[in-house]
């Protein structure tokens, strides 16, 4: 059993930036991927980025090279930092677990409650 709260969200204005954190609770969080999704009004959730047990990362191609994901397992917490930040990167952010990095909310088995970013133009 995992469990996982976001924290770091909030307002800030087009080409600003912030970082996300969730802390997680519970054993093995080393072994676990990890993920960012998204969720607008009125849209899915989306994938954002994801990092493996090895820091291995993968990102959504709306992100890359404005996101990173990082994790630290002795602190049992990944972190978003996002850069250049947008109006269309308004939602609520949510970080998952799971076994592998995967795009599919389906395959991650934990999640947070979320945080919310709202970007200003």
């Known amino acids: 059993q995992v469990s996982l709260v976001e924290s770091g969200g909030g307002l800030v204005q087009a080409g600003g930036s912030l970082r996300l954190s969730c802390a997680a609770s519970?054993?093995?969080?080393?072994?676990?991927?990890m993920g960012w999704f998204r969720q607008a009004p009125g849209k899915e959730r989306e994938f954002v980025a994801g990092?493996?047990?090895?820091?291995?990362?993968s990102y959504a191609d709306s992100v890359k090279g404005r996101f990173t994901i990082s994790r630290d397992n002795a602190k049992n917490t990944v972190y978003l930092r996002m850069n250049s930040l947008k109006p269309e990167d308004t939602a609520v952010y949510y970080c998952?677990?799971?076994?592998?990095?995967?795009?599919?909310?389906?395959?991650?088995?934990?999640w947070g409650q979320g945080t919310q970013v709202t970007v200003s133009s």
């Open positions: 990092i493996g047990w090895s820091s291995a990362s």
């Open positions: 519970g054993r093995s969080f080393s072994t676990y991927a």
């Open positions: 998952a677990a799971g076994s592998r990095i995967t795009t599919r909310t389906s395959t991650y088995a934990y």
